[in-house]
Nanobody
Framework: QVQLVESGGGLVQAGGSLRLSCAAS????????MGWFRQAPGKEREFVCA????????YCADSVKGRFGISRDNAKNTVTLQMNSLIPADTAVYYC???????????????????????WGQGTQVTVSS
């Protein structure tokens, strides 16, 4: 099992940057696909970015591609979401998630659904002002 705790959210002006961190505990973290999702008020939770267990392959939604980046440090059991050029539409609660499918080697295109993830953090609020 994996426990996840997000941090780094806050209020930022449009055009600014934030760095979200997800601290994980559990023996299987380093073998799991990790993802970031977000949920804006009144909207469904949506996929943001994911990366494979080694961190060598990443995939981000078109809405954030070129602005957001995802990385991991398996030695420190952390996953990071670097968010640049933020816009008001990025305002949401951001969630870190872990997949129970260990050493997954398939395409991350199949890891865009929240149903692919078994473990979730409590979320961290990101607010982008115009």
């Amino acid at each position: 099992q994996v426990q996840l705790v997000e941090s780094g959210g806050g209020l930022v002006q449009a055009g600014g940057s934030l760095r979200l961190s997800c601290a994980a505990s559990g023996r299987t973290f380093s073998a799991s696909v990790m993802g970031w999702f977000r949920q804006a008020p009144g909207k469904e939770r949506e996929f943001v970015c994911a990366l494979n267990w080694s961190g060598g392959t990443t995939y981000c939604a078109d809405s954030v591609k070129g602005r957001f980046g995802i990385s991991r440090d398996n030695a420190k059991n952390t996953v990071t979401l670097q968010m640049n050029s933020l816009i008001p539409a990025d305002t949401a609660v951001y969630y870190c998630a872990a997949d129970r499918d260990l050493f997954y080697s398939g395409s991350l295109l199949f890891k865009r659904s929240q149903n692919s993830y078994d473990y979730w953090g409590q979320g961290t609020q990101v607010t982008v002002s115009s």
